[in-house]
Each structure stands twice: as structure tokens, then as C-alpha cells.
């Protein structure tokens, strides 16, 4: 095992190596600028390629026709260029083609702070282009160590799903040092559970089955499936077409083949939920560390407390949230956009209340006081710009 202290910019550079990225070409965007960097160095020495593009938008093209071609691809960016990803985004979604995206999320709202950790890309993440009738694969790690291992997760989710997959960090994530360890045997990789799918080719004659089968090869051009690279909508063929029932196809694969292989996605990591507490905390990337440290300060204390960090949150795992408690949603933002999914999946007698911070974490014995407050039925103080309940 080869044990590193890097950040997570560099372990999210090892990691797209070990998946088999053969393919990087992005913008220059802090705190993402890191992972081009890192890439445009290590590339050239397995054999890959790294393309500087003059933006988002070119950036991410690059990466689809790089896929097209049969390499395995990544781009990089921060909110600002994420949103510019639209366009783009909608043809790898529509035309089933694997791409790796890592968003390294700043305060905003546009250029906001650029060395300061946001969660505003939420939404963002799960609608990053237009026209509706699609579902998104999102991965969120909250450690230098998962974001190798979701980055490696969402690698092999691109290959067996055929589409975009977002890895939605945040700044502490990319810019923070920790420990890293990188597995250099068989037995390491299996012990870390890293899953690896290997580039296949989708030889026709169809472009896509009107199911949502899973592990269909993605189509590689010079292969015999030249034709299935449209932003338009296609028949099974491939071929543009302006009939609903080929659209209605079309879409069911899109939604379904995420939906009812959720299994194969999901992850989340639960904590102090054994004796159905009285708060549980809710959060995903850096905040959820928090969260962590906050629910074992506040058992100690005597507090029912319990926690849920969500690791995939698209498809959101609505299953996670079947107990009666009191929620709260802690955040790195002010708007408040996880607590309208957890407020949307918690059985009809819960209370769901918010905690927002932007550019810097809650502090512990914020999260403890909070949670003391509501076991006592009172309401969480608010500044201004907050409301307590949703």
C-alpha cells in the first residue's frame, strides 16, 4: 500500500490513473486548478493525454469526443464552470456517453469566494442541463480518502450506466491535506472494495435497448456504431428521429436504467440510529465530519443523537430517512437545498429544521447546543437570513 500526505486535488489525480483516465482536458478554475495541474503531469506517463481547453464548455466536449474514441475521461471545475457544463452534459446524457465530472464547490452564488468551501451545486448536480427526462448519478466524498475511492466509484459507474457522473466535492475536500493511501496489490483493492470496469465497445446493431439494462458497452467510433452520437433524440438504430414513441423510449431508459438499478449506486453511512434517536443530523461532504465528532459529543452527554451522511445523493436516498425523529440539516450554504429532500423523504410526523453555514464549518458544540434545543422543544435561534423550520 503506497501511503501518501496529499490533498484531495491529488488524490482525485491518482485516482481518475488508477480507473484508467486516458483522457483529461479542463479549465482553470480554483480550488479544481490542482487536479490539471496534477493531470497534465502524470498523463503523459501511463500513455494519456491532456488537453488545455480555452473553457468549460470546450473542456468537457473534448472529454465526450475523447470518450467516443474509446478513452476513458475526466474534466474538472468549480461552480462558475460547472453551470457551463450544461450544453455539454446533456449530449454525453442523451448519447449514453461516459464522462467523469468533479465539481469542487466554492461559495457563490458565480464567483463567490474562491478559497472557500460552498455546497451550493446541490440542485445543480441532479438538473445539470435541460429538457428534463433524465436521472444524474452524483458521488459526494468528505475525506481526502473517499475522494480517491469515489472517484475510482465513479469511473466504473460511467462505464456501467453509460453517462456522466458527477463527483460533487467541496473546498476543504480538494484543498485539504490528509493522509492518503493508494493500494498497489490485488488484495488492497478488494479490501478498499474498488470496482473497475474496463473501456468496452458496443459493436451495434443497436445503439441502446429500450430497457434499463445495464452494462451495455458504450459506443466507440470506428467500431460500427458511428451513428449513435446525436444531441437528438434517437431510435434504438441510432438514428435522429422526430417520433414521441422513440422519445418516450428513449427517456424510459434514461430514468429507469438509474432508478431501478439504485442498488448498484446508493451509498451512506449511518451513525448512533440503534435506539431510534431523538435528533439526527443530516449532511454530506466536509460538514458531514462534523456532524461525526458532534453526534459522539452529544451521546456523551446524554443526548439522544444520531446521524446520517449521505455519500450518493443522487439518486437521493429517500429509503434512508423511515424514522420519526427530529432533523436537522447541516449545510454549506444559506438557502437551505438538502433540507427540501430530507423534509421531502421523512415520514409525515417528523420535524425537519436547517443549519446553514457558508465558507466555514459549524463548530461541534454549535451542533450539540442545537440539538439540546430542540430535544427541548425550543427553536433554534436564527439569523436573518435563516429560517429554523421547514
Not at 275 to 295: C, E, H, L, T
Request: charged share 20%.
Amino acid at each position: 500500500m503506497k501511503r501518501l500526505f496529499d490533498t484531495g486535488n491529488a488524490a482525485i489525480t491518482e485516482a481518475a490513473i488508477f480507473a484508467g483516465c486516458k483522457l483529461f482536458s479542463g479549465y482553470p478554475i480554483t480550488p479544481a486548478t490542482e487536479i490539471a495541474e496534477n493531470m497534465s503531469r502524470r498523463l503523459p506517463q501511463v500513455g494519456g493525454f491532456y488537453v488545455q481547453a480555452e473553457d468549460e464548455l470546450a473542456a468537457l466536449h473534448i472529454c465526450i469526443g475523447g470518450s467516443l474514441g474509446g478513452l476513458k475521461a475526466m474534466t474538472s471545475t468549480s461552480g462558475p464552470g460547472y453551470i457551463l457544463f450544461a450544453d455539454p452534459y446533456g449530449w454525453a446524457l442523451g448519447s449514453e456517453i461516459p464522462v467523469v465530472i468533479v465539481n469542487a464547490q466554492r461559495v457563490g452564488p458565480v464567483s463567490g469566494i474562491t478559497g472557500a468551501p460552498g455546497q451550493g451545486e446541490f440542485y445543480l448536480s441532479r438538473y445539470p442541463t435541460h429538457g428534463g427526462n433524465f436521472e444524474s448519478i452524483v458521488l459526494a466524498p468528505s475525506s481526502v480518502q473517499e475522494a480517491f475511492q469515489l472517484t475510482v466509484e465513479a469511473f466504473y459507474l460511467a462505464e456501467r450506466f453509460r453517462m456522466p457522473i458527477t463527483v460533487l466535492a467541496d473546498q476543504i475536500v480538494t484543498d485539504g491535506w490528509e493522509t492518503l493511501l493508494i493500494p498497489e496489490t490485488e488484495a488492497e483493492i478488494q479490501a478498499m472494495g474498488l470496482r473497475v470496469a474496463p473501456r468496452q465497445v458496443n459493436y451495434g446493431p443497436e445503439f441502446y435497448p429500450a430497457t434499463d439494462e445495464i452494462d451495455v458497452p458504450p459506443v466507440v467510433l470506428g467500431h460500427n456504431t458511428g451513428a449513435a452520437c446525436s444531441d437528438w433524440t434517437p431510435t434504438a438504430e441510432g438514428f435522429d428521429t422526430e417520433e414521441v414513441e422513440w422519445q418516450h423510449k428513449h427517456a424510459y431508459r434514461l430514468i429507469y436504467k438509474v432508478r431501478n438499478n439504485r442498488n448498484v449506486i446508493t451509498q451512506y453511512e449511518e451513525f448512533g440510529l440503534e435506539d431510534n434517536p431523538d435528533v439526527i443530523f443530516v449532511a454530506y461532504g466536509s460538514p458531514a465530519r462534523v456532524v461525526k465528532s458532534a453526534v459522539q459529543a452529544a451521546r456523551e452527554q446524554g443526548l439522544k443523537v444520531g446521524g446520517i451522511r449521505l455519500i450518493s445523493i443522487w439518486p437521493f436516498p429517500d429509503e434512508v430517512f423511515h424514522r420519526t425523529a427530529k432533523y436537522l440539516s447541516v449545510e454549506l450554504n444559506y438557502d437551505g437545498q438538502l433540507v427540501r429532500e430530507v423534509q421531502r423523504a421523512v415520514p409525515k410526523d417528523s420535524d425537519v429544521h436547517f443549519l446553514g453555514r457558508c465558507g466555514e464549518l459549524p463548530k461541534v458544540a454549535e451542533l450539540v447546543d442545537a440539538a439540546r434545543t430542540l430535544i427541548n422543544g425550543q427553536a433554534l435561534q436564527a439569523i436573518k437570513w435563516e429560517r429554523e423550520a421547514w
